[in-house]
């Protein structure tokens, strides 16, 4: 949603947005399995489209809040892959 998207909603009255999760995901949870918390799923855009979208709202006033799941993460993420090498980590039993 480019420029053009934040000022309809804008029109509309909107002052907060809700995102789901937009993260990249090997998406076999809906998005909630999260493989980088850092970086946008390309099926949603880049990173540059996010900062781009935030600095809209922002100059509008509208809100963004963030889906962030922290407690849900993909079997491809960092913490997965490092806690699954290490068989004498405290936090393997973090994951079932």
Do not use: C
Not at 11 to 22: C, Y
Not at 81 to 91: A, G, I, Y
């Amino acid at each position: 949603m480019g420029s053009r998207g934040v000022q309809s909603l804008e029109s509309l009255g909107v002052d907060a947005v809700w995102l789901g999760p937009f993260h990249a995901s090997p998406n076999r949870d809906n998005g909630y399995d999260i493989a980088d918390s850092y970086s946008v799923d390309k099926r949603f855009g880049s990173n540059g489209d996010f900062v781009e979208f935030m600095n809209h709202a922002r100059s509008r006033g509208i809100r963004v809040l963030i889906d962030l799941v922290v407690n849900h993460t993909s079997d491809q993420h960092r913490w997965f892959r490092e806690l699954r090498d290490d068989e004498s980590s405290p936090k393997r039993d973090w994951y079932v």
